[in-house]
C-alpha cells in the first residue's frame, strides 16, 4: 500500500518553460516533504524540502508547493534546462517520529527537451 | 569532504549464494540508513541505524538480511541466502542529526543481481 503516489511516470517539457511534477500522500502524520533528484548510475541527491506548517517553500529555480488539506504537493522547476533531465522522487517523513527512514514513491521521469 | 561511499558498485550472484554489501556514510554521521529500490518500484526503507544501535529495522524483508554497524562507522549488508527477488539496487543514506528534518545524502548504491 503506497503511502506517497507519483502517478506520472515521465514528464517532457521544452527547454525554458516551467516543469511541474506532483505528489500525493496518504499518511496524515508525515510532517516533512522532500524532493530528490537522481541522475543513472547516480543515488538520489537532496533538491528542495518543505515543513507541514509552511504551504511554500522556494530555492533559486525549484519551488515546492504544499497543500495539506488535499495531501498534495508539487515541484515547479522554471525556467527549465537541459542539466534538469533527471528522475525526481517524492518523499516524505515523520510518521513514526524521530530520525525516520524516507518513505518515497516511485518517482517521475522529468525530459528537458532542446 | 567525502560523499557515501558504498561497494560493490556491482554484484552478480546466483541464487542461494551470500553476498555483502557495505557502506561509509559521510566522517561524522551518526545517523545511517539502508534502502533497496526494485526495478520500477520506489525506493524502499530497509533500517536505521544510530551509531552501532539498530533504531528501526520495520523495513528489513526477512531473516535473510543481517545489518551490521560494528563501530558506528561503516555498515554491512549481508544476505544469505539470496533469492531472485533481493535483486535490485541497494542504497545507502546517512545523516547528522537524529531529526527527520536532517537531510539525509545517499550513496550511489550497489546493483545486486541474483541469477
Known amino acids: 500500500d503506497q503511502q506517497v503516489k507519483q502517478n506520472s511516470p515521465s514528464l517532457s517539457v521544452q527547454e525554458g518553460r516551467i516543469s511541474i511534477l506532483n505528489c500525493d500522500y496518504t499518511?496524515?502524520?508525515?510532517?516533512?516533504f522532500l524532493w530528490y533528484k537522481k541522475y543513472p548510475a547516480e543515488g538520489p541527491t537532496f533538491l528542495i524540502s518543505i515543513s507541514s506548517i509552511k504551504d511554500k517553500n522556494e530555492d533559486g529555480r525549484f519551488t515546492v508547493f504544499l497543500n495539506k488539506s488535499a495531501k498534495h504537493l508539487s515541484l515547479h522547476i522554471v525556467p527549465s534546462q537541459p542539466g534538469d533531465s533527471a528522475v525526481y522522487f517524492c518523499a516524505a517523513s515523520g510518521a513514526g517520529g524521530g530520525a525516520d527512514g524516507l518513505t518515497f514513491g516511485k518517482g517521475t521521469h522529468l525530459i528537458i527537451q532542446p | 569532504e567525502a560523499g557515501v561511499t558504498q561497494f560493490p558498485s556491482h554484484s552478480v550472484i546466483e541464487k542461494g549464494q551470500t553476498v555483502t554489501l557495505r557502506c561509509d556514510p559521510i566522517?561524522?554521521?551518526?545517523?545511517l540508513y539502508w534502502y533497496r529500490r526494485v526495478m520500477g518500484k520506489e525506493i524502499k526503507f530497509l533500517l536505521h541505524f544510530v551509531k552501532e544501535s539498530k533504531q528501526d529495522e520495520s523495513g528489513m524483508p526477512n531473516n535473510r538480511f543481517l545489518a551490521e554497524r560494528t563501530g558506528g562507522t561503516y555498515s554491512t549488508l549481508k544476505v544469505q541466502p539470496a533469492e531472485l527477488e533481493d535483486s535490485g539496487v541497494y542504497f545507502c543514506?546517512?545523516?547528522?542529526?537524529?531529526?527527520?528534518?536532517?537531510?539525509?545524502?545517499f550513496g550511489p548504491g550497489t546493483r545486486l543481481t541474483v541469477l
Open positions: 499518511n496524515s502524520m508525515f510532517d516533512y
Open positions: 566522517s561524522g554521521h551518526d545517523n
Open positions: 543514506a546517512s545523516s547528522l542529526l537524529a531529526t527527520n528534518t536532517d537531510t539525509q545524502y
